[in-house]
């Protein structure tokens, strides 16, 4: 058996980060809302699918959220 000395530690990598601004935050925040409030009301029956579906496809253009495609 070999052993061999380190004698650098290994630097473990930094994960890419991505700064929002405020309108971004405030679009996730608003698109957030705007499809909990869109999914209770179809629970409801106050909707039918295809109009919560044209609603949140409404949301998406409106708001444009970055971290909605990523859940």
């Given at each position: 058996?070999?052993?061999?000395?380190?004698?650098?530690?290994?630097?473990?990598?930094v994960?890419?980060?991505?700064?929002?601004?405020e309108?971004?935050?405030?679009?996730?925040?608003?698109?957030?809302?705007?499809?909990?409030?869109?999914?209770?009301?179809l629970?409801?029956?106050l909707i039918?699918?295809?109009?919560?579906?044209?609603i949140l496809a409404?949301?998406?253009?409106i708001?444009v959220?970055?971290l909605?495609?990523l859940?």
């Amino acid at each position: 058996m070999q052993v061999k000395k380190i004698t650098t530690l290994a630097q473990a990598p930094v994960p890419a980060t991505h700064d929002m601004s405020e309108k971004q935050l405030y679009d996730e925040i608003n698109y957030y809302r705007a499809e909990k409030l869109t999914l209770k009301m179809l629970e409801k029956g106050l909707i039918t699918p295809e109009e919560s579906d044209r609603i949140l496809a409404e949301s998406r253009k409106i708001f444009v959220p970055v971290l909605a495609g990523l859940l």
